[in-house]
Structures are given as C-alpha cells and as structure tokens.
C-alpha cells in the first residue's frame, strides 16, 4: 500500500480527520445510553495484522539475518543488496510512515514481523485505523527492525525455520513447506487494493496483473525474481539446487552507494533515421518498446512509478531545435479524494510505438539523442519528503544519438 501524496496532502487530512472525529463525538452523544462508547472492532484485513512473534528456532540464537548470513554467505550479501533489506530505513518510507497520515499499519508489509514492532495491535476503536488499540511488544526487537523484510519474515514460522526442502544436515530446526515458499508468499505483500479513508488509497496489483495476464501457470515470481544456480548453500555441504536472493525489480537503488541488480521489462526496437535529410523534409524517427520481460504490467505496484522517453534535437551548437517527452505510468489526484486519472502502463507483451518528427529549415548538421529512463518518484515528491540530493530518483535503460547531415 502507499500513502498518498501531494502537496495538499497534509492540510486535507487534518481537515479530513477532524471532521471525522467531529461526526464520532455526534455518534457518541447519541449512543452514549446503552452502549459502551468506544467499540473495538477486530483486525479484519491481511494487513492489518503482523505476523506473529517468533521464538528463535531450535539451534540457532537470533532470528537475525546477520546470524542467518554467518553460515549462509551467499544469501546475505544477496539480500542486503535488495530493496527488501531496506524496506523499513528507506528515507522515503520513515519519510511517509512519520506523517499524521499514516496510519499504524503501514509497517505489516514493511516489517511484518511482529519481533520488529513496538506495539501489539489487537483492535480498531469504532473500526478507526488510525486510533489502534496497542500494547508495549515485550519481544520487541530494535536491531530486527532495522532488517525491514529480513531473511526471518519468509523463513521462520512456528518457532521454526521453513525451507523447500527440509534438508536435516541444517543445524536449526526446519520445517519442509514448499507451498509456503510459494508465489503466494509474494503475493501476500504485493497485492492490495483498497481505499482506507478518501485521500489514503493503497494500490499494489501485482499479484492479480500476473494472475490476468499471459505468465500465469507459466512463470511466477520465484522463476523470474529468483533466478537459479547450483551451488553450496552452506559452504561443506556440497552443490544443491539454489536461488539467488538479490529480488531484483526496478533496479533503482534506495542508496546512491548500493549497487542495485537491474531487471527491465521493455525490450526497444528503434528505428534508423536518414543518416542524409532534404531541407524542408521530414525527418521521422521511431521508437517500439514493448514489455516483453514482466510478468506484470510495466511499471507495476507504487503508482508513482513512471517511465520517460526524451527526444531532443540539436544543432552543432548544442542549442535544441525540438523536442518531445512522452510517459508511460499513473496519474493520480489525491485531493480531496484519491482517484486514479489515468494509467498507460504496458500490459505484458504490450506494445506502444513513440515518434518523432521535425521538418529542418536549414543546412546544418543534426543530432537526435532518445533516451529512455525509469523513475521511482518524481522530483517534486522527492523534494517535499526532503529525501535529499543522494537519494536516487531513476536510471537511464536506453540512450542513444544519431546523427544527420544534409543532402
Ligand atoms: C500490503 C502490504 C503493504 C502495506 C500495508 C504498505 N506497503 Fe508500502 N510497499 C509495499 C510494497 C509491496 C512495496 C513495493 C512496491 C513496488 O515496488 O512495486 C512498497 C513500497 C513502499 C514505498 C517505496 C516506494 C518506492 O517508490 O519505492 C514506500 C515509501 C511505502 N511503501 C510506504 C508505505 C506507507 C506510508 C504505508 C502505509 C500507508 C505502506 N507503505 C503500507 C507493500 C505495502
Ligand atoms: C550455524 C549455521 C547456520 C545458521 C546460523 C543458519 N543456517 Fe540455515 N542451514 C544450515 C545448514 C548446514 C543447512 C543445510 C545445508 C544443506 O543441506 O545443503 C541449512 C539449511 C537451510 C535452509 C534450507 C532448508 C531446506 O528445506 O532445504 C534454509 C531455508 C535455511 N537454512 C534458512 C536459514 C535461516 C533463515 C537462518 C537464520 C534465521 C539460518 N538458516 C541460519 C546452516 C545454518
Ligand atoms: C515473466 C517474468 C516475471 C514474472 C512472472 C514476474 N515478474 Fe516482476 N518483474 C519482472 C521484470 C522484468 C521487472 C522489471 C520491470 C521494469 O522495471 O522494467 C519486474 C519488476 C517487478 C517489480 C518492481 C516494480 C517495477 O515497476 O519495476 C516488482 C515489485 C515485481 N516485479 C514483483 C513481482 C511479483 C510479486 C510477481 C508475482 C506476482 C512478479 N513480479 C512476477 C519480471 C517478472
Ligand atoms: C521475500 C522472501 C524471502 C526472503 C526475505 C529470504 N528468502 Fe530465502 N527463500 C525464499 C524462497 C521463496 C525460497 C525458495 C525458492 C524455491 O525453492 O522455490 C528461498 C530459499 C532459500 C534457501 C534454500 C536454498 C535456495 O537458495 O533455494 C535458503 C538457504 C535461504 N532461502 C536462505 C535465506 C536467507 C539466509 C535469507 C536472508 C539473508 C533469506 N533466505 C531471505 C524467500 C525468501
Ligand atoms: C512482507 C512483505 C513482502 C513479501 C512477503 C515480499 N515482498 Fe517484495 N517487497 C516488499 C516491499 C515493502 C518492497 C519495497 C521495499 C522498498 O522499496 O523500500 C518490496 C520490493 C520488492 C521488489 C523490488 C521492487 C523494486 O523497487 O525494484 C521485488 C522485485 C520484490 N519485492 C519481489 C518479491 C518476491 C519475488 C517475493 C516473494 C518471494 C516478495 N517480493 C515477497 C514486501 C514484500
């Protein structure tokens, strides 16, 4: 789920939110006689529960991922790399989860063990997310916190560790689940859809993109986010079948230290241009992209995601004679209620084609440079979260000039 933005975000949730608790003190006068005033209301939603506090499996000391990665090497350095391990000190999550807009829950996906939590939520007052009726966690777990989704959040249930397939040679306790180590693992984080108050909407279709689309039954989540290598998994226990931990996706990194894994989703099919042009001739210059690779729509999940495809066109000055921008994602409106106001993401095996063109005037050389870049939040956003000038907003997937000379 994803909160919100904009930068009438804060002003309209206060206006939001006091009026809410107005119409609540109305309800209370009235009901006040024969009820009790504030009704709890149980957690209903997935995501609105933790899952569980874990006790440290048998044969182990923590439930770190450090502990995990002190016999496990390879998975570790895999996972750190990952936006997994940052689901929880992302500048932009602490950014978001501090506002008076976030309600409590928002870390159930973010750090879903209930071992990374203060609190142990139990109810809703009158079904409101945002008055949670808490206690202190006494298992709480600050450095687990940090872990965001850590090896534990996927691997340990039922005080055990969980595997696919129940290799006894490990020295902790393990349990054989392959249908928990599923895509519907996965899926239990990346799919939400729901409107929580007017302007808090959470839109993650990742799960029912790829159950709509052509992959299904074919490839899942596992076979293209965790590719395969034989290898050892402990090193002395001999080769076995494994998957790399790196859950490479966009390929945006959270840090501008981290070198991120990359996974693109378009495939390019440009078009050469004249190399000579007659004056007053049209130059027409073409870009296919198709999302030949995801399994999902591309982008898919944060609706702020987007792509960009820049056409420029110099002369041997560097001065632009024309230029294009063309986008492919969301747009959202978030004020006074949330609503989708348009969406050109790319269904897999979807194509679009993009042109260019220019009619020139005079005789000079020219240079056409196309590039192609993805975006995980646009500047604007990222400056109202205060995110900094280190904090990574895109990366460029296609860049190229072509140059042209006249007739
Ligand atoms: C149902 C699980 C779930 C809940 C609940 C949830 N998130 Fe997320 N969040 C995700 C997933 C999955 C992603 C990654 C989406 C993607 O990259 O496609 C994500 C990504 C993010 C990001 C990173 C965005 C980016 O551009 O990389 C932020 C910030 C964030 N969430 C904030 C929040 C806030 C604030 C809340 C509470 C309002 C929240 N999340 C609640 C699942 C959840
Ligand atoms: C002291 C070393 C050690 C530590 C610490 C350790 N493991 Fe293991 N683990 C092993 C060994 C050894 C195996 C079996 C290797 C083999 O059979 O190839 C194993 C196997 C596994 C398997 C595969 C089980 C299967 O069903 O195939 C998983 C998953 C796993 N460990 C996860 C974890 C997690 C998560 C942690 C931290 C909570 C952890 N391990 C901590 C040594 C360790
Ligand atoms: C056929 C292979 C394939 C399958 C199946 C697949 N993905 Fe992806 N996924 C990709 C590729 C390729 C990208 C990179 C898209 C891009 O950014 O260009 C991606 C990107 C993502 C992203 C990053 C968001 C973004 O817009 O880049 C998330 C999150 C994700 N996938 C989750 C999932 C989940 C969850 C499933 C299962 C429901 C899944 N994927 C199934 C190939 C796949
Ligand atoms: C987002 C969920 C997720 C996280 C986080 C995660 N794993 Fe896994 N892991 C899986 C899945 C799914 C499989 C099984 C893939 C299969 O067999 O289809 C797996 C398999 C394994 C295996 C069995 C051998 C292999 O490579 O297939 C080991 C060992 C393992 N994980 C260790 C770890 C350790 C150590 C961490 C933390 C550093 C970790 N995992 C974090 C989902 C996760
Ligand atoms: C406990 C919830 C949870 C589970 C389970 C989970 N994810 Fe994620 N995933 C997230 C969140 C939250 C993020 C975003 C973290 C951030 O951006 O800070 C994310 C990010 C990703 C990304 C990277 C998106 C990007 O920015 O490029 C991919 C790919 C991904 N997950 C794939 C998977 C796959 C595959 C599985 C199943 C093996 C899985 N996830 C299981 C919550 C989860």
Not at 170 to 182: E, G, N, Q, R, V
Request: include cysteine; aromatic fraction near 10%.
């Amino acid at each position: 789920m994803r909160q919100v933005l904009g930068l009438f975000r804060k002003k309209t949730n206060k206006g939001f939110r006091s009026s809410f608790i107005l119409f609540g003190l109305m309800v209370l006068t009235v009901a006040s006689c024969n009820s009790p005033a504030d009704k709890v209301h149980p957690l209903t939603k997935t995501w609105e529960k933790a899952i569980p506090n874990q006790e440290v499996p048998e044969g182990l000391t923590s439930l770190s991922s450090v502990e995990c990665g002190s016999c496990h090497q390879n998975h570790y350095a895999e996972w750190k790399l990952s936006t997994h391990a940052h689901a929880w000190t992302d500048l932009q999550f602490q950014a978001e989860r501090k506002k008076d807009s976030s309600p409590l829950m928002c870390i159930n996906c973010h750090i879903p063990l209930q071992n990374q939590q203060e609190y142990i939520v139990t109810g809703l007052i009158d079904g409101d997310i945002y008055r949670p009726v808490k206690t202190k966690n006494p298992k709480f777990d600050k450095k687990l916190q940090q872990e965001g989704i850590t090896c534990a959040s996927c691997h340990v249930r039922g005080n055990s560790v969980i595997g696919p397939s129940g290799r006894n040679k490990a020295p902790h306790k393990t349990i054989i689940d392959p249908d928990f180590l599923s895509e519907r693992l996965c899926i239990s984080c990346h799919n939400a859809n729901a409107v929580i108050t007017p302007v808090l909407a959470c839109t993650f279709e990742t799960g029912d993109e790829w159950k709509s689309g052509p992959y299904f039954g074919k490839k899942n989540c596992i076979t293209c986010h965790m590719d395969t290598v034989r290898r050892e998994i402990v090193p002395g226990f001999g080769e076995r079948l494994s998957h790399f931990h790196y859950f490479p996706g966009s390929g945006i990194p959270k840090l501008d230290t981290l070198e991120t894994k990359v996974l693109n989703g378009l495939a390019f099919y440009p078009s050469s241009p004249k190399e000579a042009y007659l004056v007053n001739e049209e130059i027409t210059y073409k870009l296919k992209v198709k999302n030949e690779f995801a399994g999902h729509k591309v982008p898919t999940g944060d609706p702020e995601r987007f792509f960009i495809i820049s056409f420029e066109l110099k002369d041997v000055h560097g001065n632009v004679l024309s230029e294009k921008t063309e986008r492919i994602g969301e747009i959202w409106q978030w004020h006074p209620v949330a609503r989708k106001l348009s969406d050109n993401n790319l269904a897999p095996m979807e194509e679009r084609e993009f042109v260019f063109s220019y009619i020139p005037e005079n005789r000079e050389k020219l240079t056409l440079f196309v590039k192609v870049t993805k975006n995980r939040m646009d500047k604007k956003t990222a400056d109202y979260n205060k995110l900094g000038a280190n904090y990574p907003l895109f990366i460029t997937i296609f860049n190229s000039e072509y140059k042209m000379e006249v007739r």
